[in-house]
């Protein structure tokens, strides 16, 4: 049973554009969402994060969206630039209950296109 | 070191023999996580270490799978008889602890069972 669902496994975008990341979570008790991006024989690279008490969280070119209401979260790259390409992993983690390990999505492959 | 740092990058066993996989945390993280991902798959959960408290073991596919971390430092993930499926790229990743705080990953170590 899937915690973390990133339901679209890639995502082709221009250059310039928006590229919009999905994330949906099935656990109420998440209170902290991150996201990580990777590229091949890389280990993943932490990008950017929200805690459970905010809607959104800016840093550049990223912001993070999140709803709690509809255990839904959004990354969205403005512009999106090709060195952007890489897959991109949506995680939680589960505050005081839980030794706090993080629950990865499956990864969404974004293609940025010259 | 400055990162998460993994050993070795690859390694290739044959079908039954055990293997043991390194992984050296930032300095001074207490947390520390094993994730592997197989060929077209997402990042699976392993175990999870933090402090002095018990493992999380609970994402450990088998009992051919065992960690340890010595001195809350260096962790080795080991398999004993390995098989064909557990090819994949074992991730380590550390963080500071439980709280709101991103994980750093090494680069991983890709595992190939022939």
């Known amino acids: 049973d899937q915690q973390v669902k990133q339901n679209s496994p890639s995502l082709s975008v221009q250059e310039g554009r928006i590229s919009i990341l999905n994330c949906d979570y099935t656990n109420s008790m998440f209170d902290y969402f991150l996201w990580y991006k990777k590229y091949p024989a890389e280990g993943p690279t932490f990008l950017i994060s929200?805690?459970?008490?905010?809607d959104k969280n800016e840093d550049g070119r990223f912001t993070v969206f999140l709803n709690k209401s509809a255990k839904h979260l959004s990354l969205h790259i403005v512009p999106s630039q090709p060195g952007d390409s890489a897959v991109y992993f949506c995680?939680?983690?589960?505050?005081?209950?839980?030794?706090?390990?993080?629950?990865f999505g499956k990864g969404t492959k974004l293609s940025v296109k010259p | 070191g400055a990162g998460v740092s993994q050993s070795p990058s690859n390694k290739v066993t044959e079908k039954g023999k055990d293997v043991e996989l390194r992984c050296d945390p930032i300095?001074?993280?207490?947390?520390l996580y094993w994730y592997r991902q197989s060929l077209g798959q997402g990042l699976e959960f392993l175990i999870y270490f933090q402090g002095n408290s018990a493992p999380d073991k609970s994402g450990l596919p088998s009992d051919r799978f065992s960690a340890e971390r010595t001195g809350g430092s260096v962790s080795t993930l080991t398999i004993q008889r390995t098989q064909q499926e557990d090819s994949a790229v074992y991730l380590c990743?550390?963080?500071?602890?439980?709280?709101?705080?991103?994980?750093?990953f090494g680069q991983g170590t890709r595992l190939t069972v022939v």
């Open positions: 995680a939680a983690r589960e505050y005081g209950g839980s030794l706090g390990n993080l629950i």
């Open positions: 990743a550390s963080s500071l602890g439980t709280g709101h705080t991103e994980a750093f």
């Open positions: 300095s001074g993280h207490t947390a």
């Open positions: 929200i805690s459970s008490i905010k």
